[in-house]
Nanobody, 128 residues
Framework: QVQLVESGGGLVQAGGSLRLSCAAS????????MGWFRQAPGKEREFVAG????????KYGDSVKGRFTISTDNAKNTVYLQMNSLKPEDTAVYYC?????????????????????WGQGTQVTVSS
């Protein structure tokens, strides 16, 4: 079993920055592919960013490329999402997810169906 707890959400003005954290417990963190997704009201869950077990491979959704950065600290069992140049359309609940590699080991997937464990989410609101 894996437990994921997100933190760092809040209210920020457009153009501002936030850093989300996701603390993992329960199993060896460094074995997972980790991802961030978001879901706005009335919309489907959207892939934001993902990072491989080694931290070498990262992948981003088109809407956040160049503005968001995903990183990990395996010693702290934590994955981060640095969000810069925030826009009102970034407003959503942000979820952390872990992929144990049952289907595509080591591949950073953009599909939420691939991920096995999810956090409870943290709200990010960007005002204009």
């Amino acid at each position: 079993q894996v437990q994921l707890v997100e933190s760092g959400g809040g209210l920020v003005q457009a153009g501002g920055s936030l850093r989300l954290s996701c603390a993992a417990s329960g199993r060896t963190f460094s074995r997972y592919v980790m991802g961030w997704f978001r879901q706005a009201p009335g919309k489907e869950r959207e892939f934001v960013a993902g990072i491989s077990k080694s931290g070498i491979t990262t992948k981003y959704g088109d809407s956040v490329k160049g503005r968001f950065t995903i990183s990990t600290d395996n010693a702290k069992n934590t994955v981060y999402l640095q969000m810069n140049s925030l826009k009102p359309e970034d407003t959503a609940v942000y979820y952390c997810a872990a992929d144990l590699g049952r289907i595509n080991p080591g591949v950073v997937s953009t599909s939420s169906n691939i991920y096995d464990y999810w956090g409870q989410g943290t709200q990010v609101t960007v005002s204009s």
